[in-house]
């Protein structure tokens, strides 16, 4: 293991992440730009979904500050975006939770640039990624995208990268153009999925990236279902070399959050694996993990 250098109470005190990113030339690995050894297992522990709700603040923000996440991503448009933000510390590692989905059946949200072709039938996101890709316009969805991370630098956020909420804009190409677009003009990093083939997407997503000069992990499973625990004890048994992000979305228990969804009592078991269990801290130092966060991609890509 590296120096133990991430500040935090109980769990997070052991984290390891870089003091300084060296930027080399683009034919080496990401590992060796984040000025690492080509075998390096670097690991970047993101939470999704803050600003969804309170629960999801309080459990992300907890996350961040007192337990094992190195980041995290806001759904801007969401209800809950702007009390998450004014809860964000200096120094958080926050990007921007691209979204155009809500997919729950009671609590409904919609965009904030009232972008017609983003709207379903009772005024919210559609609900599904097959409703949003039959209606969504383009040039609807790149404005508000746009419109997205604007608001969440004008909140005061030093917004590390851009994660599409439920893939959304990944895995078709005239939504893709949007998420490299916007990569590009922001200088930031992305999240890509490494478990879905050119073939089976359709078109070769992450080499269009790679030659825009856009950085994304090596290593990201788009597995949505709720509940973390398994999927982040597997990831970090059979990690490999090179940067892995896995995604989690931590809440606390509040009548809120149960109201909200029947998955959350897999949110709130998400929680206390990230904030209080022993298993993950083992799971970490047996794997020699090195945490990171995604501002150390965003160093390389702007070449700092």
């Keep these: 293991m590296g120096s133990l250098q991430r500040a935090g109470?109980?769990?997070?005190?052991?984290?390891?992440?870089p003091d300084s990113?060296?930027?080399?030339?683009?034919?080496?690995?990401?590992?060796?730009?984040?000025?690492?050894?080509?075998?390096?297992?670097?690991?970047?522990?993101?939470?999704?979904?803050?600003?969804?709700?309170?629960?999801?603040?309080?459990?992300?923000?907890?996350?961040l500050h007192h337990g094992l996440a190195s980041c995290a991503s806001l759904m801007v448009p969401a209800p809950w975006a702007r009390h998450a933000a004014i809860g964000c510390r200096p120094g958080d590692d926050i990007g921007v939770h691209l979204t155009l989905n809500c997919e729950y059946d009671s609590y409904r949200f919609g965009?904030?640039?009232?972008?017609?072709?983003?709207?379903?039938?009772?005024?919210?996101?559609?609900?599904?990624?097959?409703?949003?890709?039959?209606h969504a316009d383009p040039a609807e969805v790149l404005r508000e995208c746009r419109a997205?991370?604007?608001?969440?630098?004008?909140?005061?956020?030093?917004v590390t990268h851009l994660a599409p909420h439920l893939t959304a804009i990944t895995l078709?190409?005239?939504?893709?153009?949007?998420?490299?677009?916007?990569?590009?003009?922001?200088a930031l990093p992305i999240r890509l999925p490494s478990?879905?083939?050119?073939e089976q997407a359709g078109f070769p997503f992450r080499r269009l990236a790679a030659d825009e000069g856009v950085l994304f992990p090596d290593h990201f499973d788009h597995d949505w279902r709720a509940g973390s625990r398994e999927r982040m004890l597997e990831a970090l048994a059979d990690l490999q070399p090179g940067v892995t992000e896995?995604?989690?979305?931590?809440?606390i228990d509040t009548p809120e959050v149960r109201a909200l969804s029947s998955a959350a009592?897999?949110?709130?078991?998400?929680?206390?694996?990230?904030?209080a269990d022993r298993t993950l801290v083992e799971a970490l130092h047996a794997s020699e993990a090195i945490v990171i966060g995604y501002r150390a991609l965003r160093q390389a890509m702007r070449g700092a």
Aim: with cysteine.
């Design 9 to 17: 109470a109980d769990l997070g005190t052991w984290l390891s992440v």
């Design 21 to 63: 990113v060296t930027a080399v030339t683009a034919e080496r690995t990401l590992a060796h730009r984040l000025g690492h050894d080509e075998n390096a297992r670097l690991v970047i522990i993101s939470c999704d979904d803050l600003g969804a709700s309170h629960a999801a603040n309080e459990g992300v923000l907890g996350a």
């Design 111 to 134: 965009p904030i640039t009232h972008a017609p072709s983003l709207l379903s039938g009772d005024g919210g996101f559609p609900r599904t990624l097959d409703d949003l890709w039959e």
């Design 148 to 158: 997205q991370i604007e608001r969440a630098v004008a909140w005061g956020l030093d």
């Design 172 to 186: 078709r190409p005239e939504f893709f153009d949007v998420y490299v677009e916007l990569a590009v003009e922001f």
């Design 195 to 198: 478990t879905v083939t050119t």
């Design 246 to 251: 896995i995604h989690i979305q931590p809440a």
């Design 265 to 275: 009592p897999a949110w709130i078991d998400d929680y206390r694996l990230i904030t």
